[in-house]
């Protein structure tokens, strides 16, 4: 008859098998995590996508890791502060903080934080020269965004589109004869080519950051001057087939006509660390034009809610009074209209960063 194993020989074993399973089930786990972190070493990691091409001026945002590489640098710069007659008052050291985009071959895009906040948008009655499509004042909160230090150079324009519409050449002079359907078509080009959202600026973005937490028709104050920003200190008289308008504002004196765009880094910026928010160039903004502010958004986006086909203008140039050239003012074009006195400005949102480097 067979014996029956002893009690300490069974013990034994049922030791030794359950030793197995758990080894088996260790090796098992070893093994499929490094298959599983090989296979998974070899996968692309997560890029932000490209947004497509089209003529819309809100391209799909693109998601950005704010720990990607893109870091915020600062810079010091001089801002000015003149009196109702036109002489600098107050000079005051400044710091703004910036990313720069490499647009290739040695040419750079400066991107500046403007930090998010509360302003009043339009003029008030009392404002010398206003028109009724300023008003009325209203309350406008802006989330945090990227604007173009400069309005967009030569230079840049011709390393993201390959050419230069402009009549009088100069890498940093801002291109001109820019139509909103080619403002449009560059933001769309330079996204593609960053992999970042940029577009042209609202309008109540482009007057928040214009503005820079002043309240006065000019950032610099009262009035403005030719030796502070370039625009037409002679007067319509000037320019033939306009009707005579002076050249100064307010007690402000007359000053220059320069007749034509001045490099972008001429004269002193605003508190926000932005040049040319004056005169220059005709700067594009996103929003329809429309009569006045009458159910306008109060969130900072762009106003697009009607068929009107003209697109918003801001800045003055050039070639305008003061009077068009202040905080407030308004004016709108065909989106195929191109000019030698209109150009562009770019904005950008880069998720995540307006709120971490406030």
């Given amino acids: 008859m067979p014996q029956h194993p002893s009690s300490t020989n069974w013990t034994r074993r049922r030791i030794i098998q359950a030793a197995g399973l758990i080894g088996g089930s260790f090796l098992i786990a070893v093994f499929g995590r490094k298959i599983w972190q090989t296979t998974s070493s070899q996968q692309k990691p997560d890029l932000p996508e490209k947004p497509e091409l089209s003529l819309s001026p809100t391209p799909t945002p693109t998601r950005l890791n704010p720990l990607s590489g893109l870091m915020l640098k600062a810079f010091s710069f001089e801002t000015v502060t003149v009196d109702a007659k036109g002489n600098i008052t107050n000079r005051r050291n400044q710091k703004a903080q910036y ?28 404002e010398a020269d206003r028109n009724d499509n300023e008003g009325p004042q209203h ?9 173009g230090k400069y309005e967009v150079t030569q230079a840049q324009y011709e390393a993201i589109m390959g050419k230069n519409s402009s009549d009088k050449k100069g890498n940093k002079l801002p291109v001109a004869n820019i139509s909103w359907n080619d403002a449009v078509e560059f933001c769309n080009q330079l996204s593609q080519k960053t992999g970042r959202t940029y ?39 000037a320019v033939r087939s306009f009707p005579s308008q002076p050249g100064n504002y307010g007690q402000g004196p007359t000053g220059k006509f320069r007749n034509h765009g001045t490099d972008v880094d001429t004269f002193s910026p605003n508190a926000f660390g ?59 074009f065909k989106p195929d209209h191109d000019n030698a006195n209109v150009g562009l400005r770019v904005a950008c949102v880069v998720d995540g960063l307006a709120k971490t480097f406030k």
Avoid: K
């Avoid at 309240?215 to 008289?237: D, K, L, Q, S, V």
């Avoid at 005709?282 to 929003?287: H, L, P």
């Avoid at 003209?310 to 003012?329: D, E, F, K, M, T």
């Fill in 139 to 147: 309350q406008v909160t802006v989330p945090g965004f990227f604007m």
């Fill in 274 to 332: 932005l040049y040319d928010m004056h005169g220059n160039m005709w700067e594009w903004c996103q929003d329809t034009s429309h009569n006045n502010y009458e159910e306008a958004p109060t969130d900072g986006s762009a106003w697009t809610s009607n068929s009107n086909p003209h697109r918003i203008v801001r800045g003055g140039s050039w070639r305008n009074v003061p009077l068009y050239c202040r905080s407030a003012s308004r004016y709108s």
């Fill in 99 to 126: 990313f720069t985009e490499d647009l290739g071959n040695g040419v750079t895009l400066t991107m500046v934080q403007i930090p998010g906040g509360t302003f009043t948008m339009g003029s008030p009655a009392e």
């Fill in 199 to 237: 577009r042209l600026p609202s309008e109540a973005e482009w007057e928040y950051a214009c503005r820079a937490g002043t309240t006065t028709p000019f950032h610099f104050g009262e009035t403005i001057t030719t030796e502070i920003a370039n625009y037409n200190g002679r007067g319509w008289a």
